[in-house]
T-cell receptor, first 115, second 111 residues
């Protein structure tokens, strides 16, 4: 079974530029999560999708971050414009359903550096 | 705002010893508790989960939950250098499946 795929693995941009990350979850997983992990901290949930609907986006800075999962499969997370404090690893994870956190699998992450 | 607290460490133990990692949480309604292992530069990997008070054992790992004290711990028996990693505690429940992570405890197992 293939795992959660993410791209790119690394991205370096200057502040005020835009960036987009892509995630393809494990086949059949209805729930998809985007986390932000700043160095030295635990992952912070940005947004959770159930199929193509948003379950929770309360911690997503909506003035600059957006995410979509149009067909209920893969997802993109965008930052526009980026700030220095957005430097972090962006982790995508998926699970069969929202309640199945015991079966949540993480992708390799995208390390973003904002200069 | 749900909070999950962990000592950032590092916790240093000799090979073969028992490593004890601790976590406290603020939401008394929390129902599900998870421990993840994260190697440097890698993504988190789930190693244990527990839902009921008491102990749950899986190989060298034991998770302990005390809901009255809002405390969950992870014991690693016969610690190996390959166990050196950051251990993240995560909590969910109280009407939401949204997980809240602690900042993690760095464990170093030295030969």
């Amino acid at each position: 079974e293939a795992g959660v795929a993410q791209s790119p693995r690394y991205k370096i941009i200057e502040k005020r530029q835009s960036v987009a990350f892509w995630c393809n979850p494990i086949s059949g997983h209805a729930t998809l999560y985007w986390y932000q992990q700043i160095l030295g901290q635990g992952p912070k949930l940005l947004i959770q999708f159930q199929n193509n609907g948003v379950v929770d986006d309360s911690q997503l800075p909506k003035d600059r971050f957006s995410a979509e999962r149009l067909k209920g499969v893969d997802s993109t997370l965008k930052i526009q414009p980026a700030k220095l404090e957005d430097s972090a690893v962006y982790l995508c994870a998926s699970s069969l359903e929202a309640a199945a956190l015991n079966e949540q699998f993480f992708g390799p992450g995208t390390r973003l550096t904002v200069l | 705002q749900k909070e999950v607290e962990q000592n950032s460490g590092p916790l240093s133990v000799p090979e073969g010893a028992i490593a004890s990692l601790n976590c406290t949480y603020s939401d008394r309604g929390s129902q599900s508790f998870f421990w993840y292992r994260q190697y440097s530069g890698k993504s988190p990997e789930l190693i244990m989960f527990i839902y009921s008070n008491g102990d749950k054992e899986d190989g060298r790992f034991t998770a302990q939950l005390n809901k009255a004290s809002q405390y969950v711990s992870l014991l690693i028996r016969d610690s190996q250098p390959s166990d050196s990693a950051t251990y993240l505690c995560a909590v969910s429940g109280g009407g939401s499946y949204i997980p809240t992570f602690g900042r993690g405890t760095s464990l170093i197992v030295h030969p």
